[in-house]
């Protein structure tokens, strides 16, 4: 999905005007911005694990989340996946 080095893209901005335009709360359209954001780190975190997304565990999501934020801490934030 990402070359190596280049920033993952959680929402486009076409995917953010279409939510901008639809007929939503600003809090239902942040919840959609957050779903749709949620549903991308999702996929990458299932291939990185070689998972399917369905088959994805919430242990399995923590523990990626905690080895990301080790390579952060270890490696620097432009070696994460996450850019925090």
């Known amino acids: 999905m990402n070359q190596p080095g280049s920033p ?4 486009t901005p076409e995917e953010s005007a279409d939510v901008d335009k ?3 709360t600003a809090p239902e359209k942040f919840l959609t911005r957050l779903t ?3 549903l991308r780190l999702l996929t990458i975190i299932a291939q ?3 998972v399917s997304l ?4 919430h242990q399995q999501v ?3 989340f905690e ?3 080790k390579i952060r801490r270890e490696k620097g934030s432009d070696a994460a996946v996450l850019k925090w």
């Open 8 to 11: 993952a893209q959680f929402l």
């Open 22 to 24: 639809a007929l939503l």
């Open 36 to 38: 749709i954001s949620s």
């Open 48 to 50: 990185d694990l070689d």
């Open 54 to 57: 369905e088959d994805l565990t």
């Open 62 to 64: 923590i523990d990626w």
């Open 67 to 69: 080895k990301d934020g």
